[in-house]
């Protein structure tokens, strides 16, 4: 093929005046040369090119509002059900702790005498508790017993002359409403009997003309087809040089356009490169290739015609077919004209008895009957009365229950610890994970019940209080996104949440409105060490982050022409430029989509001075 093109090219070079240009061309790239130089010389005599390195890495990029604060941690305290003597604290403040650690040792005896009461009164509640369940159902059986009947006297007698009523004026409605679609029905047929011949004709010229412009278009696509395989070779020149040439056509219109070269040539140099191709087309095209093309052309004239016909006549037999369908459709098959007939036959001996049974049902609607009025507006009035009376003891019986249970489910907690402490040798465990914070007794000290003896601040969560700008508030919402930092822990962050926020501002003055934010964390604080109260930290209220992703400073990433790059340092310390896709970006730091890789070094190019 190559072969071809460059045969017939040397045919239509041998009327060029080849010596002139070249000798032009030599000039003019001698000059573009100097010039060049010269504009290097003093570009590299100001400046010269430094870079600072930025490594890939991974990990989150992050937008939101980050404000300072301090830690909180969640506290609980440590108290016991019965008045007992400590024998010995087995902790102190500061100390960790985790849950089902020792904490106290208690006095067994004082634990026994304790235990001896509260399973007493565990006993009684016990008892009332079952009183107060078995009285509840008795009274509730017995007083939806009493509702259902009151109930049911007031309703009866209306009921049943109300579904006597009905049920005769159903009678008379069902079967007027047969007859009236019965007849419809029939008349629908009737219509469908008389045009059925002209629209099944129609239905088959058009199907006879669609059939006739299909076998039409596949007899010229065939010859189409085979008339491209004899010529094959001259279309497959033909389209070469063509498109040489408009390729050609575009590189001298962008060089012009741009005043600069393309592929190394200018503008005038692409005009005449441009026009030895366009004389190698026309050559081409007059001595061999016009004839066949325009047959080819002729040959896909008639194929569009008919594929046009073909289209014109299947869209409009596919058309009229459905509606012809949707006409003339028995469940899912289409009818013939017998079948219309038999319809219509069928449909007039049903409005005939559709007619008797109307009349039947008219006649039958003699009768109604009037309850009395007084008897059941007494009813009705005990009825409402009995269902105020039903809904108010059941209330007041489920109050009961839980009151009764909520007593003996608070017994039944103390005797669990006591029970816990006499069978581990009077020994308290801590209640969760975390620090003691205070201890308010020591050995030997005796303890009433229910006073805090100690308070652990648990691990389990932790929450920073903030300042947040009125500005920024409105951005802010509870439930939010958010993560929070240690000063401590230096490069670690738990996930949290926007727990609260204060509706009142905090602060407030001339210059200045901030709102109270309480930022909670959604992971064990545990996992990153051991935190304290008051802690100093960070608590970041995110807007938006892209998580877990490879990211690089924006000061490496250049954009120019609507394409993201970078220039990489390899290995061996040469350097080499390559394109990058970019995500989100937080001002300083932009996500890398694709394109590199973690560990790779970076260059961001910088200016100074030269000597």
Known sequence: MQGKIGTVKDFAKLHKRIAILVTVGVVAAVGILIAIFMIWKGKSAKTEPSYREYTVADGNVTVGTTESGTVALDDETVSLPVDVKITSVLVKSGTTVKKGDPILQLDMDSVADGSADTREKLEEAKVSL?????????KLETAKITYDSNKYLATSAPITEE?????????????QTTLKNDQKSLNEYKELQKSWPADNEKLQKLKKWMDDAESCKTSYETQLSNYEDDNSSVIS?????????????????????????????????????????????????????????TQQKALEDKVAQYTAEYNNYSSAYSDYKETFDEKYKSSSSEMSQTEIDDKVASLEATVENDRYNLEKA????????????????????TANNAAATYQLTVSQLKEAVTVAQNSYDKLQRQMDEINSALSNNGIVASPCDGVVASVSYTGGESVTANDTVMTISGNDSVSVSVSVSEDDITSVSVGQEASISLSAYDGQTLGAEVDSITAQPARSGSS???????VKSTEKVSD???????????????QHEAKNVLYVSNRAVTFRDGVSSVLVKNADGSTSKKTVKTGFSDGTYVEITSGLEKGETVLAESTVSGK
């Open 512 to 518: 200045s409105v901030t709102y109270t934010v309480v």
């Open 362 to 381: 008219q006649k039958s609607a003699e009768i109604s009957s009037v309850a009395a009025r007084q008897t059941e507006e007494t009813d009705l009035n």
């Open 163 to 175: 579904l006597a009523e009905a049920e005769i004026a159903h009678n008379i409605s069902s079967a």
């Open 237 to 293: 020149t033909y389209t070469s040089l063509k498109s040489t040439v408009d390729t050609d056509e575009q590189k001298y219109l962008a060089a012009k356009r741009g005043d600069t070269t393309i592929d190394g040539y200018d503008a005038d140099e692409w005009d005449d490169i441009l026009d030895e191709d366009r004389d190698a087309f026309d050559a081409y095209n007059d001595s061999i290739a016009n004839t066949i093309i």
């Open 528 to 542: 990153i060490g051991t935190v304290y109260d008051g802690m100093s930290g960070e608590a970041t209220v995110i």
């Open 130 to 138: 079952q009183s107060a369940i078995n009285d509840q159902q008795a």
